[in-house]
Nanobody
Framework: QVQLVESGGGLVQPGGSLRLSCAAS????????MSWYRQTPGKERELVATIDSEDITYHADSVKGRFSISRDNTKNMVYLQMDSLRPEDTAVYYC????????WGQGTQVTVSS
């Protein structure tokens, strides 16, 4: 069964850091481009970052230079290192396959507030 489980969110002050993790199972992880997305109430889900099987990455302009996506194919994990967090980064963060998305996990809440 294909499953994605996000973790690592929490409450952090502006300027702080968090590292999100996504555990994938049920498919050949190394074959897929993986992405992080985020969503706030009333808004569409937004693409944050993408990493392919050769570790080539893409980061949205809004997070470029502050967030960094990475993956570990030996552990079927994808990560999102988030530094210099801002209040506007507050959202529920999700991971998924970029081109062949599967059912969304529960996400992990990130709240940036003083």
């Amino acid at each position: 069964q294909v499953q994605l489980v996000e973790s690592g969110g929490g409450l952090v002050q502006p300027g702080g850091s968090l590292r999100l993790s996504c555990a994938a199972s049920g498919f050949v992880f190394s074959n897929y481009v993986m992405s992080w997305y985020r969503q706030t109430p009333g808004k569409e889900r937004e693409l944050v970052a993408t990493i392919d099987s050769e570790d080539i990455t893409y980061h949205a302009d809004s997070v470029k230079g502050r967030f960094s996506i990475s993956r570990d194919n030996t552990k079927n994990m994808v990560y999102l290192q988030m530094d210099s967090l801002r209040p506007e980064d507050t959202a529920v963060y999700y991971c998924n396959r970029r081109n062949y998305p599967v059912n969304w996990g529960q996400g992990t809440q990130v709240t940036v507030s003083s």
